[in-house]
């Protein structure tokens, strides 16, 4: 990572992000730039000239930011557009002091390229054949250390979040607040950085809309985590996981406890068969004991995870004789952040959510 100072103006911003291209480019490629390049009433901060090693070339427009949070790519998505239909770019992109992983992740999506002066970069141009990308700083350098950063961790976001995604995208905040039972001062911070973050929006005095719900739940499973917020132990289940389920089944009212990961996901999204329980309880212990698993040091088949947060045993599901699953968006985050192919899973789960709305959204 190039050494950075702790602030930039913005012609020695325009020189970092200039400069981190520049020397990422390939052998028999070159770089050419334009600063405060005017077309019709618009501004472009900087015009890239790209030239490959046979002679052809490519517009790159540049719009430089000293900070770009989530909710402002739109506007500058527009702003590159319309900049780049008039002085025929090729390609677009934000140049800014730091971009953090979920604004990379947006710009990606935008198809619009990026680099910063820490180093991340990535670029890629359809004619001339080019892609270029490298990794700098996932924290902002600029950031003091008393100075708090917006997150989705601890108990209040995780209710916040569990209640818009589980209920409704659209809420009178009042309301939000009542059936989350977070706060008024913690629900206004986790909502002031979903919409910092793009995931939230204000169409009206005291309302709150959250237009993709899918990416707050990816947006949470940065911040939260099956392993990272739970007390694990591991067991065996010696006559195998069918007869786990059906045991839990028959549970006493007190035993509090619910199935997530693959096993719960099964029940809404069919992907493949378990080959491990992961199961949130209170008192592991005491469920190990009612539902007669060995302790392993190897060769685990069940997950006992004692939480950290009340969350997982808010708004689960029981069919009839079946076993307490965790709810849809809660199955999803665990499976975002557990290993192997549970990702892929949660993906899985996503896709079905996502047409099937109805199905598993509730009331307050």
């Not at 971009?99 to 992740?105: I, K, V």
């Given at each position: 990572m190039v050494g950075v100072k702790k602030s930039l103006n913005e012609a020695e911003l325009a020189r970092q992000v200039v400069g981190q291209l520049r020397d990422r480019l390939p052998a028999g490629w070159s770089l050419a730039e334009d600063r405060e390049v005017r077309a019709a009433d618009l501004l472009a901060d900087l015009v890239l000239t790209l030239t490959g090693p046979d002679g052809s070339k490519a517009r790159v427009v540049v719009e430089l930011k000293?900070?770009?949070?989530?909710?402002?790519?739109?506007?500058?998505?527009?702003?590159?557009?319309?900049?780049?239909?008039?002085?025929?770019?090729?390609?677009?992109?934000?140049?800014?002091?730091?971009?953090?992983?979920?604004?990379?992740?947006?710009?990606?999506?935008?198809?619009?390229?990026?680099?910063?002066?820490?180093?991340?970069?990535?670029?890629?141009?359809?004619?001339?054949?080019?892609?270029?990308?490298?990794?700098?700083?996932?924290?902002?350098?600029?950031?003091?250390?008393?100075?708090?950063?917006?997150?989705?961790?601890?108990?209040?976001?995780?209710?916040?979040?569990?209640?818009?995604?589980?209920?409704?995208?659209?809420?009178?905040?009042?309301?939000?607040?009542?059936?989350?039972?977070?706060?008024?001062?913690?629900?206004?911070?986790?909502?002031?950085?979903?919409?910092?973050?793009?995931?939230?929006?204000?169409?009206?005095?005291?309302?709150?809309?959250?237009?993709?719900?899918?990416?707050?739940?990816?947006?949470?499973?940065?911040?939260?985590?099956?392993?990272?917020?739970?007390?694990?132990?591991?067991?065996?289940?010696?006559?195998?996981?069918?007869?786990?389920?059906?045991?839990?089944?028959?549970?006493?009212?007190d035993l509090d406890y619910c199935f997530t990961g693959t096993i719960a996901a099964s029940e809404w999204a069919q992907y493949a068969p378990a080959r491990a329980a992961m199961i949130y309880t209170k008192d592991a212990p005491a469920a190990a004991e009612r539902w007669g698993l060995r302790p392993a040091d190897a060769g685990a088949n069940v997950l006992l995870a004692e939480p950290d947060l009340e969350v997982p045993f808010v708004r689960t599901v029981q069919r009839e004789d079946g076993p307490i699953l965790a709810a849809p968006a809660q199955v999803v985050v665990d499976l975002l952040t557990g290993p192997g192919r549970s990702p892929s899973e949660a993906e899985e789960l996503l896709t079905w959510m996502q047409a099937n709305e109805s199905t598993w959204r509730g009331q307050p």
């Open positions: 000293q900070a770009l949070e989530g909710r402002d790519i739109d506007a500058v998505a527009a702003q590159l557009t319309a900049i780049s239909a008039l002085v025929n770019g090729e390609g677009q992109m934000v140049g800014a002091r730091y971009l953090s992983p979920q604004t990379r992740a947006k710009l990606t999506d935008r198809s619009i390229a990026y680099v910063d002066a820490t180093g991340n970069l990535r670029l890629q141009l359809d004619q001339p054949a080019l892609f270029v990308a490298d990794r700098g700083a996932d924290a902002d350098p600029w950031r003091g250390p008393g100075r708090a950063r917006g997150t989705l961790k601890g108990a209040p976001a995780a209710d916040l979040v569990r209640a818009i995604v589980d209920i409704r995208s659209q809420w009178r905040v009042a309301e939000l607040l009542r059936v989350s039972g977070v706060s008024t001062g913690a629900a206004y911070r986790v909502l002031d950085f979903l919409e910092s973050e793009g995931l939230a929006q204000r169409p009206s005095r005291g309302v709150i809309a959250i237009p993709d719900w899918a990416a707050v739940l990816r947006r949470w499973s940065e911040d939260y985590g099956f392993v990272s917020h739970s007390r694990l132990t591991r067991w065996i289940a010696p006559r195998g996981l069918d007869d786990l389920a059906q045991g839990a089944a028959r549970s006493p009212a």
